[in-house]
T-cell receptor, first 115, second 113 residues
Framework: DAKTTQPTSMDCAEGRAANLPCNHSTISGNEYVYWYRQIHSQGPQYIIHGLKNNETNEMASLIITEDRKSSTLILPHATLRDTAVYYCIVRVARNNSNSGYALNFGKGTSLLVTP | DVKVTQSSRYLVKRTGEKVFLECVQDMDHENMFWYRQDPGLGLRLIYFSYDVKMKEKGDIPEGYSVSREKKERFSLILESASTNQTSMYLC????????????FGQGTRLTVV
């Protein structure tokens, strides 16, 4: 299973871009990179995922390096409500790809957005 | 909106009791999951199910069992609750296959006294 490495914590000023890095140097060719976040006392929330191309949605952008060994989640204009723990996850196949999979959550990055 | 609903937000049980945690999803998802979350340990997978009556052990299944009699409902059972099972329990669901996101419930904070 590909493992991920993230910084334990980061700070970001409100209104600035928050760039959250993730290393996944053992990722295999058919594994996706997922990002989730967990706001205090809530369940995790899906943000975005990608395979090798950069992705963007209404919440964030995901930049994956060409060798796929690392990625960066970008929150373009961070707000106080973006304060949360952010998890970078590589998909793990628990059974086979047609029947199911499970997400292995690590410790994540605790992002604090300050006024 | 996708909804994953856990039956209780907070629960207090006594040691040795049989405890049922219920989870219901309304999106016709094939996959359902139970995780527990503890400070410093992150989220750990207990069990997951990829179809009705199908289940697979996660990383920490000891002391737990699960039941999936209907597609929309996935139950976590603590046969004999112990204090080390005090934790936040999170249920999630997703479509079959590995390219779709999982949706989580709000969690059940279980305290075993």
């Amino acid at each position: 299973d590909a493992k991920t490495t993230q910084p334990t914590s980061m700070d970001c000023a409100e209104g600035r871009a928050a760039n959250l890095p993730c290393n996944h140097s053992t990722i295999s060719g058919n594994e996706y990179v997922y990002w989730y976040r967990q706001i205090h006392s809530q369940g995790p929330q899906y943000i975005i995922h990608g395979l090798k191309n950069n992705e963007t949605n209404e919440m964030a952008s995901l930049i994956i390096t060409e060798d796929r060994k690392s990625s960066t989640l970008i929150l373009p204009h961070a707000t106080l409500r973006d304060t949360a723990v952010y998890y970078c996850i590589v998909r793990v196949a628990r059974n086979n790809s047609n029947s199911g999979y499970a997400l292995n959550f690590g410790k994540g990055t605790s992002l604090l957005v300050t006024p | 909106d996708v909804k994953v609903t856990q039956s209780s937000r907070y629960l207090v049980k006594r040691t040795g009791e049989k405890v049922f945690l219920e989870c219901v999803q309304d999106m016709d998802h094939e996959n359902m999951f139970w995780y527990r979350q503890d400070p410093g340990l992150g989220l750990r997978l207990i069990y997951f199910s990829y179809d009705v009556k199908m289940k697979e052990k996660g990383d920490i299944p000891e002391g737990y069992s699960v039941s999936r009699e209907k597609k929309e409902r996935f139950s976590l059972i603590l046969e004999s609750a112990s204090t080390n099972q005090t934790s936040m329990y999170l249920c999630a669901s997703s479509y079959r296959g590995g390219r779709t996101e999982a949706f989580f419930g709000q969690g059940t904070r279980l305290t075993v006294v």
